[in-house]
């Protein structure tokens, strides 16, 4: 109703912020953007994990070209080696009053 009499605050509430606030283009937001926005803030405080499963598949299935480039991988040659990872040690000291970080 505030929408329509042009009233509504942008700050009023999440979804007239998605309705009145323009993207860098100067355009709305379109209905399926914001039903999708709106259902990812439903879900993301409940059900998290399963919610980024749920998610992760939705997407998979709508952007083919991202699926078959995750396929790719996932098929290629198998491997016995544990993934390259590098580690570095931190150490935050006290040095005359001030912490000073340390790395090797």
């Given at each position: 109703m505030d929408l329509e009499q042009g009233v509504a605050s942008p700050t009023q509430d999440i979804l007239s912020h998605m309705l009145l606030t323009r993207n860098e283009n100067g355009e709305f937001l379109n209905e399926l953007k914001i039903?999708?926005?709106?259902?990812g803030l439903l879900i993301g405080g409940h059900d998290t994990a399963s919610a980024a499963?749920?998610?992760i598949v939705k997407y998979l299935a709508e952007l083919p070209h991202i699926y078959d480039k995750v396929y790719q991988v996932e098929r290629g040659e198998p491997t016995l080696r544990a993934p390259q990872v590098s580690r570095r040690r931190l150490v935050i000291a006290n040095g005359g009053g001030k912490f000073v970080q340390i790395s090797w």
């Open positions: 039903a999708d926005k709106i259902l499963c749920t998610f």
